[in-house]
């Protein structure tokens, strides 16, 4: 009998041969798009998928650990999502320090707008065996692993799963089982079942530490859980950690890290890392053999797919094949779930890690959408979860449908938006110490843009993209806040992130302008004082700038600090440039945390109104 991997490796030698036909079982899906990244830079020189607004819900601290989850555990990752309640609901597990080693547990945060969570609360704590049960000699304690965390039933209960198993190895032999606890309207959650054992060992209600489900008085949430195991799809996502000897999957075969979505002819698309994916025409009873899609370039990061509210079709993945460098975060989308096209950026920031951990790997890791079924937040929006060096929890949302280009003269004056609330047009960058809020204008009426910053490893960032063009006119007004100690850096960037205009407000109270390549002072600035910027752009073959400060002329055909053709983006951030770690920088590192890592530092605030950016 012919071994899986040599039917996955014959699969792919016919894809590469040609024998397959897009949209079938040997070709499922293909990107058809000809944008890849820049392996160099944080950014990949793309395009960003415009409003997409990126907020930190959980910052690691490990030595005050009231700031974060109470527990000061610093290996925080695998984040799933799901909308029930009215309430985004957002689930990870985490270590002390490193990747599958012990003790481990189950987190939970919730939301009611996606921008401002709620502290973690531990929803299935480290693994403590009945007595007289003991540690097999070849494992090393207890830990958690899942690719799945939220299951909407169709009575309405919300069940959050997870997996215990042994560290370090949770998979086969070396698992326990699948628990199950249900959540309710009120924020608490009902007691820890076993819903499923592992077909690998001999695990049972009378050698684990919860009961099994069926024991529950609850006819509902019984009925919850009877009908997750019938549903195929959904239970896929299991095969991971326990991959059904006893025929629970019906044999099929899987890669890792599922997940799915139905195309418009109704058959199931499954997903899975290293570019693996598979076709099912009846719900997931049975799937294709998976075969690799030589067109998806990615390695042991996850990928997520699914149909998005226009009724088109995204998927997320790092574009690299490198697995412990992990960034890039994109999306390409399609009209029909099988071709996909326009490469952009959901995340391209990749902030310093802050403590190291066997197998954190760089960047923004393992996305999470929300599954079907699982709950569809108001909005025309792509959510998606994710962890950011393995350390960080984060969320993005991104409006639907998904472009990159603008058309016309911007004009934002932030006045008509909710305070603390979504920023249309604009990219955000926001962790939590860094955040980026509308909220009430210091010193006039009206609303304006605060970026803020007390992180010493991080910044506030806010992006906006405008039409593409050779000459442009960008005109907004900065104010620096009496309490602000920091800087703010304005670059007008091209389409693959070139600086070519770079304008900053300095900690001393200066402004200041790159001419070619060099810094001049252009002025003074007083703090708690409104000034208008108005910088005229010539791309290339011109390739200068000049800027008016409150209608004074203060630099005249600078010269630009990189060629460029044209220009369409304004940046606004609250430290410098950064291009590091990067791809040489080494992953399985045993250093000390970054110095005060723990601590925020002294407020950079500045506020920002009236952007206008045109011909």
Same mark, same amino acid.
């Given at each position: 009998m012919k071994s899986n991997s040599f039917w996955l490796g014959l699969a792919f030698f016919q894809v590469l041969n040609g024998y397959a036909q897009t949209g079938s079982p040997q070709e499922p899906v293909r990107y058809i798009g000809g944008e890849t990244i820049d392996p160099t830079l944080h950014e990949g020189r793309l395009r960003y998928a415009i409003g997409t607004e990126n907020r930190q819900t959980l910052r690691a601290n490990r030595t005050h650990p009231e700031t974060a989850d109470d527990h000061g555990w610093t290996y925080n990752h695998a984040s799933n999502l799901c909308y029930w309640n009215g309430t985004f609901y957002q689930q990870y597990l985490s270590n002390p320090v490193d990747e599958h080693v012990a003790p481990g547990q189950t987190l939970v945060m919730t939301s009611k707008d996606g921008r401002h969570w709620n502290k973690p609360q531990v929803v299935f704590p480290p693994y403590q065996a009945p007595a007289g049960v003991k540690i097999p000699e070849e494992y090393k304690g207890y830990m958690m692993h899942q690719r799945m965390g939220f299951y909407v039933a169709p009575n309405g209960r919300l069940l959050v799963l997870a997996f215990y198993g042994h560290t370090e190895d949770p998979f086969g032999k070396g698992g326990i089982g699948r628990v199950v606890r249900e959540a309710y309207k009120d924020g608490t959650y009902g007691p820890i079942y076993f819903i499923r054992y592992t077909s690998h060992a001999n695990w049972n209600e009378s050698n684990t530490s919860y009961p099994f489900y069926k024991k529950a008085t609850d006819a509902a949430f019984v009925k919850a859980c009877d009908d997750l195991l019938k549903n195929p799809l959904m239970t896929f996502q299991w095969y991971d950690e326990d991959n059904g000897l006893d025929g629970f999957y019906n044999h099929k075969k899987a890669g890792q890290a599922l997940s799915y979505y139905h195309r418009k002819d109704g058959k199931v698309v499954a997903l899975w890392k290293k570019s693996l994916t598979a076709l099912s025409s009846d719900e997931g009873k049975t799937f294709s053999q998976p075969v690799k899609v030589p067109t998806l370039v990615m390695s042991g990061g996850k990928q997520w797919g699914q149909r998005t509210d226009d009724g088109r079709y995204a998927l997320s993945y790092n574009p690299i094949e490198q697995t412990q460098y992990r960034f890039p975060l994109v999306v390409v989308t399609g009209d029909d779930g099988i071709l996909f096209d326009h490469m952009l950026l959901i995340q391209g920031e990749l902030p310093p890690r802050r403590y190291t951990g066997r197998w954190k790997d760089f960047g923004p890791c393992y996305m999470r959408g929300i599954e079907e079924g699982n709950g569809n937040p108001p909005g025309n929006d792509l959510w998606m979860s994710y962890s950011m060096n393995k350390e960080d929890i984060w969320v993005s949302r991104t409006p639907v449908p998904v472009t990159y280009r603008v058309k016309g003269t !911007?004009?934002?004056?932030?006045?008509?938006?909710?305070?603390?609330?979504?920023? =249309?047009?604009?990219?955000?960058?926001?962790?939590?110490?860094? =955040?980026?809020?509308? !909220?009430?204008?210091?010193?006039?009426? *009206?609303?304006? /843009?605060?970026?803020?910053?007390?992180? /010493? %490893?991080? %910044?506030?960032?806010?992006? $906006? !993209?405008?039409?593409?063009?050779?000459?442009?006119?960008?005109?907004?007004k900065v104010y620096a806040d009496p309490a602000n100690t920091g800087m703010l850096d304005i670059d007008l960037t091209d389409q693959y992130g070139n600086r070519p205009v770079r304008i900053r407000f300095n900690e001393k109270n200066q402004l200041m302008a790159t001419d070619g390549s060099t810094e001049k002072v252009l002025q003074s600035y007083e703090k708690g004082r409104w000034y208008e910027l108005e910088v005229q752009t010539k791309a290339m073959p011109d390739g200068h700038y000049s800027v008016k400060v409150n209608g004074k002329t203060v630099l005249e055909k600078a010269q630009l600090a990189e060629a460029v053709k044209s220009i369409e983006? /304004?940046?606004? $951030?609250? *430290? =410098? %440039?950064?291009? /590091? =770690?990067n791809r040489q920088t080494p992953n399985e590192t045993n250093d000390p945390p970054l110095p005060n890592a723990d601590i925020p530092t002294s407020p950079t605030r500045f506020y920002l109104d009236e952007v206008v950016i045109g011909k």
């Open positions: !911007v004009k934002d004056n932030f006045d008509a938006l909710e305070t603390e609330g979504a920023i =249309p047009d604009w990219n955000i960058y926001a962790p939590k110490w860094a =955040p980026v809020s509308v !909220v009430e204008t210091p010193g006039k009426s *009206g609303k304006s /843009l605060l970026l803020a910053d007390q992180d /010493l %490893y991080d %910044y506030a960032r806010a992006i $906006r !993209v405008f039409e593409e063009g050779t000459q442009v006119t960008t005109k907004l983006r /304004l940046s606004l $951030r609250t *430290g =410098p %440039y950064r291009n /590091l =770690p």
